[in-house]
Nanobody, 125 residues
Framework: QVQLVESGGGLVQAGGSLRLSCAAS????????MGWFRQAIGKEREFVAA????????SYADSVKGRFTISRDNANNTMYLQMNSLKPEDTAVYFC??????????????????WGQGTQVTVSS
């Protein structure tokens, strides 16, 4: 299994930016695809973005395309989510996730075994 710890959440005004980090540890971390989900109050946990082990392939939810950028630094076992042009509807708890496959395909809740504890992102209008 892999252990995941998120950081970087906070309170920002609409139009602002935040950068989330996810530090990973455990066996075979370097071969895991990784990504982010978020969950707002009263809503289901939804997919945000994912990145392959190589870092070449990425996938984004339509709601964040053009505003969020996912990246990873395998040397430091860390994944990032750069969030720009934030909107109030981005307010949620953001969860780091890892899948025990190197590719992005199939990165959804049903296939995720490892989750971080979540970090709160609040965007005020």
């Amino acid at each position: 299994q892999v252990q995941l710890v998120e950081s970087g959440g906070g309170l920002v005004q609409a139009g602002g930016s935040l950068r989330l980090s996810c530090a990973a540890s455990g066996r075979t971390v370097s071969s895991y695809s990784m990504g982010w989900f978020r969950q707002a109050i009263g809503k289901e946990r939804e997919f945000v973005a994912a990145i392959s082990w190589s870092g070449v392939a990425t996938s984004y939810a339509d709601s964040v395309k053009g505003r969020f950028t996912i990246s990873r630094d395998n040397a430091n076992n860390t994944m990032y989510l750069q969030m720009n042009s934030l909107k109030p509807e981005d307010t949620a708890v953001y969860f780091c996730a890892a899948r025990r496959e190197p590719i992005v395909a199939g990165f959804d809740r049903a296939n995720i075994r490892d989750w971080g504890q979540g970090t709160q992102v609040t965007v005020s209008s």
